[in-house]
């Protein structure tokens, strides 16, 4: 039995890759980023060379068990690629997850190592954090992240030099859907993004497939996506 669940499980995988055709979202191009100390996502930084239109999907907080699958299978069902900002410990607790999330062809980056509020640490607490999150990261992927996108968007002086002499990448973000109210229903994530997307225009959109709703939401959110025209980015590092 185990077989044949096997057997059905890569059947249906190469019924999806077969299916993605121009009913499809997609995904339009990759932009690769150099493994160097940048900071993008016009929140707080310089833009990505992206046209109007181009937008990147982001997921921040996991892998989480409950709600990762799903987002993955949302990906997969429109054939789009994201990044994933991963937080440490959860790569630790649930990386055989996190494995299959890049396997997916997905590209991850980390989100800390607990999640915590860096400004309330000491400098020498911060980069403790940073170095067990890269740890975990390089435990399970065998290769430095080339990227991290800081705890609530807080960035602090000190990790934002170390990052920057580890040439990580710090993702930044232009929009968001406010996804981290537990009640939220999928119609308010899809108005939330409808409205942010009409007003950035393009952009890094930040959502978090370790939250319930959103998980529960993303194939509406895609089609939204697809619906108004917007060409999905996929960001890979050298
Ligand atoms: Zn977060």
Same mark, same amino acid.
Request: with cysteine; hydrophobic share 40%.
């Given at each position: #039995?185990?077989?044949?669940?096997?057997? =059905? $499980? $890569?059947?249906?995988?190469?019924?999806?890759?077969?299916?993605?055709?121009?009913?499809?979202?997609? /995904?339009?191009?990759?932009?690769?980023?150099?493994?160097?100390?940048? !900071?993008?996502?016009?929140?707080?930084?310089?833009? =990505? %060379?992206?046209?109007?239109?181009?937008?990147?999907? /982001?997921?921040?907080?996991? %892998? @989480?068990?409950?709600?990762?699958?799903?987002?993955?299978?949302?990906?997969?069902?429109?054939?789009?690629?994201?990044?994933?900002? #991963?937080?440490?410990?959860?790569?630790?607790?649930?990386?055989?997850?996190?494995?299959?999330?890049?396997?997916?062809? +997905?590209?991850?980056?980390?989100?800390?190592?607990? +999640?915590?509020?860096?400004? @309330? #640490? *000491?400098?020498?607490?911060?980069?403790?954090?940073?170095?067990?999150?890269? $740890?975990?990261?390089? *435990?399970?992927?065998?290769?430095?992240?080339?990227?991290?996108?800081?705890?609530? =968007?807080?960035?602090? %002086?000190?990790? =934002?030099?170390?990052?920057?002499?580890?040439?990580? /990448?710090?993702?930044?973000?232009?929009?968001?859907?406010?996804?981290?109210?537990?009640?939220?229903?999928?119609?308010?994530?899809?108005?939330?993004? /409808?409205?942010?997307?009409?007003?950035?225009?393009?952009?890094?959109?930040? #959502? +978090?497939?370790?939250?319930?709703? *959103? !998980?529960? !939401?993303? %194939?509406?959110?895609?089609?939204?996506?697809?619906?108004?025209?917007?060409?999905?980015?996929?960001?890979?590092?050298?």
């Amino acid at each position: #039995m185990k077989v044949l669940a096997l057997i =059905l $499980a $890569a059947l249906a995988g190469t019924a999806t890759a077969a299916d993605c055709g121009p009913d499809k979202l997609n /995904t339009s191009r990759t932009l690769t980023l150099k493994r160097e100390g940048a !900071a993008y996502g016009a929140n707080q930084h310089a833009a =990505l %060379p992206l046209a109007k239109g181009e937008v990147v999907l /982001t997921f921040d907080d996991g %892998p @989480s068990l409950e709600n990762t699958p799903a987002v993955l299978k949302a990906l997969s069902d429109q054939c789009a690629k994201a990044t994933f900002f #991963m937080i440490g410990q959860n790569i630790v607790q649930q990386t055989e997850l996190a494995r299959r999330v890049v396997r997916e062809g +997905h590209s991850a980056g980390i989100h800390s190592d607990t +999640h915590p509020h860096l400004a @309330s #640490m *000491t400098a020498e607490q911060q980069l403790e954090d940073l170095k067990r999150s890269r $740890a975990a990261y390089k *435990t399970a992927f065998g290769v430095e992240t080339p990227a991290y996108r800081f705890p609530f =968007l807080e960035e602090t %002086p000190a990790l =934002l030099d170390a990052l920057k002499q580890a040439n990580i /990448t710090v993702a930044s973000i232009d929009l968001g859907i406010g996804d981290w109210v537990p009640e939220d229903t999928t119609a308010i994530l899809a108005q939330r993004l /409808t409205e942010s997307l009409d007003k950035a225009g393009s952009g890094i959109i930040l #959502m +978090h497939d370790a939250n319930g709703p *959103t !998980a529960k !939401a993303l %194939p509406t959110l895609l089609q939204v996506l697809k619906d108004k025209g917007y060409k999905v980015v996929h960001l890979e590092w050298q």
